[in-house]
């Protein structure tokens, strides 16, 4: 049975590999290169359809959110908004950043510099502390996902749904730290 999740044809099924949780990533690479080699549009053969769907189906596969929504049959996200803790810890920081940001921007004088070099530097810190603990919620992220997999076929769709949720808000919430992290650094 193949069906159509965010515009991809089930991608288990299109690699041949058994649905689950965690698939084996050795033999979902073998197969997608495989697969993409045949279809690539300079192999003389290929099919640039065929091509643009497999990696879109790769993509899927390596993300443990995408992978997660598609394993729960549905767009599992409405309705949910990720751990209050680290959102909290994220919007405070990304205040900050940007406050900082803000300030070294429209430093005119030396002394405005220099005060805006120690926020740049206090909000770059903060940064590093949510990124720490983002690094941690996905550690744990990651031990759940284990246990699901461990249980597989006997989970239910909302926890994979819910853990989608969660993998898609830190890797969300993770981004936005590290470009705020960039460009503390290399404003």
């Given at each position: 049975?193949?069906?159509?999740?965010?515009?991809?044809?089930?991608?288990?099924?299109?690699?041949?590999?058994?649905?689950?949780?965690?698939?084996?990533?050795?033999?979902?690479?073998?197969?997608?290169?495989?697969?993409?080699?045949?279809?690539?549009?300079?192999?003389?053969?290929?099919?640039?359809?065929?091509?643009?769907?497999?990696?879109?189906?790769?993509?899927?596969?390596?993300?443990?959110?995408?992978?997660?929504?598609?394993?729960?049959g549905?767009?599992?996200l409405?309705?949910?908004?990720?751990?209050?803790?680290?959102?909290?810890?994220?919007?405070?920081?990304?205040?900050?950043?940007?406050?900082?940001?803000?300030?070294?921007?429209?430093?005119?004088?030396?002394?405005?510099?220099?005060?805006?070099?120690?926020?740049?530097?206090?909000?770059?810190?903060?940064?590093?502390?949510?990124?720490?603990?983002?690094?941690?919620?996905?550690?744990r992220?990651?031990?759940?996902?284990?246990?699901?997999?461990?249980?597989?076929?006997?989970?239910?769709?909302?926890?994979?749904?819910?853990?989608?949720?969660?993998?898609?808000?830190?890797?969300?919430?993770?981004?936005?730290?590290?470009?705020?992290?960039?460009?503390?650094?290399?404003?």
């Amino acid at each position: 049975m193949r069906r159509e999740f965010l515009g991809v044809t089930d991608a288990f099924s299109l690699f041949g590999i058994t649905a689950r949780p965690i698939p084996d990533e050795a033999e979902l690479k073998e197969r997608y290169l495989r697969a993409s080699a045949a279809a690539h549009p300079d192999s003389g053969v290929g099919d640039a359809g065929r091509f643009a769907e497999l990696q879109e189906a790769y993509r899927v596969l390596s993300d443990p959110s995408a992978r997660l929504r598609l394993l729960a049959g549905d767009d599992a996200l409405a309705g949910r908004l990720g751990s209050p803790e680290i959102f909290l810890l994220v919007g405070g920081t990304m205040q900050a950043a940007n406050a900082a940001l803000q300030g070294r921007a429209s430093a005119t004088s030396a002394l405005a510099r220099a005060v805006s070099m120690a926020e740049c530097r206090a909000a770059a810190a903060k940064v590093t502390l949510a990124l720490e603990a983002i690094a941690e919620s996905r550690a744990r992220f990651d031990t759940r996902l284990r246990d699901l997999d461990a249980r597989w076929p006997a989970v239910e769709p909302g926890e994979l749904a819910g853990l989608a949720s969660d993998y898609a808000f830190i890797g969300k919430w993770e981004s936005q730290l590290r470009e705020a992290e960039f460009k503390l650094a290399h404003g």
